[in-house]
């Protein structure tokens, strides 16, 4: 039996803790869809379409390929495309007792609604306190965030700071 998970996030930017979280997920199952979902609750810097196209360039440049495909969902419910697609599992990272207590209960009503278990990674220390938002701040204010994003991501900010 073939497993199937699911790594969603809003992924606006990609971050190194989320390179990390896929590149374990890949390892543990044997098919991952990175999905892009739309979060009405933040506001976007990048278009989907977009961080689509920042995650493939990252997962390729960092070598992590062959079991991984990226696509996006904005119809729906997320448990709604894991059952389109076959998958049994979730994957989360957590990087803080405030990540546990906002996804603790989504992952209960994922498991009520359509049996989707969902699985908490631990992030790698180094990327312990990164998140998307906190990227976006620091290069919205001309910060330096190399150090936080794959090089994909830092070229694109780069050329976008430059226009």
Request: charged share 20%; glycine share 6%; hydrophobic share 45%.
């Amino acid at each position: 039996m073939t497993s199937l998970a699911v790594v969603p996030g809003s992924f606006d930017p990609v971050t190194l803790g989320h390179l990390d979280v896929i590149e374990r997920a890949a390892r543990i199952f044997d098919e991952v869809h990175v999905v892009v979902v739309h979060n009405p609750a933040k506001s976007a810097m990048l278009p989907v379409a977009r961080r689509v196209e920042l995650i493939e360039q990252s997962l390729a440049e960092a070598g992590i390929n062959g079991n991984v495909t990226v696509t996006n969902w904005s119809v729906g419910l997320l448990v709604d495309y894991c059952l389109e697609v076959g998958a049994t599992v979730l994957v989360k990272g957590i990087r803080s007792e405030v990540d546990v207590t906002y996804e603790t209960p989504m992952a209960i009503v994922n498991r009520n609604l359509a049996n989707i278990e969902t699985v908490f990674l631990l992030p790698n220390p180094a990327h312990a306190y990164v998140s998307s938002s906190l990227v976006r701040q620091v290069s919205e204010l001309g910060g330096d965030v190399s150090a936080y994003v794959p090089p994909a991501v830092t070229r694109f900010l780069d050329e976008e700071s430059a226009n």
